[in-house]
């Protein structure tokens, strides 16, 4: 039988690769297992071609002006998730620095800080090793690969 193995949950797909400087700079230089995320010890993460990612979460509306950060923090979430990156300080650094581009990219500074408070309040699971999205596999009676 011919398998396919997936992961729900994303709705965006980066189409040209995105580098961008950040205040968070690990020991050494960091790369997810997908190869898609890079952070070097001075603070440049690059997101390759063809990531993934959810958008923004929670009770908000997709708007462009937060969709750059969206992405920056998602992968940055991923880091912490896969732990590549330590959760305390990094997930506050994370945050703030949502909160930061998404008034970058014109958002009304109140929004950008209910979306702060949002990710401090309910934000912690999504940055967690335990809530790595599971791989499925189709058809039905498909096994792991060995």
């Not at 039988?1 to 980066?14: A, H, R, T």
């Not at 300080?89 to 702060?116: F, H, N």
């Amino acid at each position: 039988m011919e398998c396919i193995s997936y992961k729900k949950g994303y709705k965006y797909q980066l189409v040209e690769t995105y580098t961008v400087e950040i205040p968070i700079t690990p020991e050494t230089d960091i790369s997810s297992p997908s190869e898609f995320i890079t952070l070097t010890s001075d603070g440049f993460l690059s997101i390759k071609k063809g990531y993934a990612w959810d958008g923004p979460s929670g009770p908000t509306i997709d708007t462009c002006n937060f969709m750059r950060g969206s992405l920056v923090h998602d992968a940055l979430y991923q880091l912490m998730r896969e732990k590549l990156l330590d959760n305390d300080p990094t997930r506050d650094l994370a945050d703030r620095l949502l909160q930061k581009m998404c008034k970058e990219d014109g958002m009304s500074s109140i929004r950008a800080w209910w979306v702060y408070k949002g990710l401090r309040i309910g934000g912690d699971p999504a940055a967690h090793p335990d809530n790595r999205r599971p791989v499925i596999r189709a058809p039905k009676g498909c096994k792991e690969n060995t």
